[in-house]
């Protein structure tokens, strides 16, 4: 069983275990001995204070392993996987806890095809972590100074998303832009210069402890209201690392990732190249997609929560288009991982190519109610374990049958187990939502 690697690589409060120095450094040495292809890696990362000092430290550590790293500055986490197989990098890696709060941070590898690192290899990168941990001291592990980011990466990244919408314009549009105040503050601006239209970049003025506070995806709502008090066209939000992105529509309505999964897929089964009319979501994409998808003639398959796992399951099936409801879409085409920015870019492209707005592609798309209760939890044992628990899920279950879904999991990269419930009838989806998760916070909560 992993310990340190989660859904999307490793992520804690920065300085704390297993974010302090010398794990980090572990985890350079470790990954350094793991490259095949190349020993060459490069390494992007987002706003956030530690992510300069982490970045030092792994790359010390890197080194020790007999690696080198190529700094790209501060980017987002599709750029990294884009250039890390563009280039023939050995590994990619970004530091990046993306949309939690500017005290935590993360690293996340990508291997030399683009792709996130399968859960095999994390394993043997987690063991030989350990075995490091037990030798190292203190006094092996000083950083070096950071190396000077080479800013033609971040250039070609824009350049390679510019290229999938060549014809792309916004004339008479007015679009705004919530940047997070995280890395896609770094390209936004450059990305969207010379489209046409009004383009309004808000949240974009990074100071270390800003990113995701009150905006970005996280806050889907704040580019909503923006939409809406200066009747803009629409409006696109990212979270930290800008690998996922959510939108508003004309009305100031938030369009999450299952409405883009529909119109995409339209779009791509209109012009025929909806591989096998089918669409790859998870167990968290409300039922209202499925049957919006059907009328359509498109099929949607679920896989666990996490663009890695949607991705194995696109690749089983041979899907073209998949993604999570929040905003991690998968253009397999086109990217290795979830790109926010290639998902505006594309979703601007629907808009332009339809002359529909975002209002009108979404408008059948009647989503069923949904509750989302997080429990704090001390440690993440099985729930069939729990007598208690399962007896509520099972009753829960079968009093909602046909009608509505129950979906209990843990959080890949917190301390939370997520009771989802979703229901023609709220009431009782609520009620058996805060049942569940009373159930679960007396066996197992704080």
Known sequence: MRKLFGTDGIRAV??????????????????????????????????????????????????????????????????VAYLARKHGFGAGIVISASHNPW?????????????????????????????????????????DKLLEPDESYRAEYIQFLRAQVPDLSLDGKTIVVDCANGAASSVAAQLFAGLGGEIRITHASPNGRNINEGCGALHPKVVAAEVAASHASMGITFDGDADRSLFADEHGK?????????????????????????????????????????????????????????????????????????????????????????????????????GQSLAELTADLKVFPQVIVNVKVREKKPLDGFPAIVATITAAEEELKDTGRVVIRYSGTEALARVMIEAEDEARMKHHAEAIADAIRTELGI
Not at 271 to 291: I, K, P
Not at 308 to 336: C, D, N, W
Request: glycine share 10%.
């Open 254 to 354: 938030v369009v999450n990732g299952d409405a883009v999964m529909l119109l995409a897929a339209r779009d791509l089964k209109s012009r025929g190249q909806l591989a096998n009319d089918t669409v790859v979501a998870t167990t968290m994409s409300n039922m209202g997609l499925e049957a919006a998808l059907k009328r359509s003639g498109i099929r949607m398959l679920r896989a666990p929560v996490g663009d890695k796992y949607v991705l194995e399951e696109m690749r089983a099936s041979g899907a073209s288009l998949g993604g999570e409801q929040s905003g991690h879409i998968l253009f397999p085409q086109l990217s290795t991982t979830g790109d926010g920015l290639q998902t505006a870019l594309a979703v601007l492209n629907v808009l332009h190519t339809s």
């Open 14 to 79: 920065a300085g704390e275990s297993p974010l302090d120095p010398k794990t980090i450094y572990a985890v350079g040495l470790a990954l350094a001995h793991s490259l095949t292809s190349s020993k060459e890696v490069l390494l992007g990362m987002d706003t956030r204070e530690s992510s300069e000092w982490i970045a030092a430290t792994l790359i010390a550590g890197l080194n020790a392993g007999g690696a080198t790293a190529r700094l790209a500055g501060v980017i987002t986490t599709p750029a």
């Open 103 to 143: 005290q935590d941070n993360g690293i996340k590898l990508f291997g030399p095809d683009g792709y996130k690192l399968s859960d095999e290899i994390e394993l043997a990168i987690e063991d030989e972590i350990f075995r490091h941990l037990a030798t190292l001291t203190h006094d092996s592990i000083a950083a």
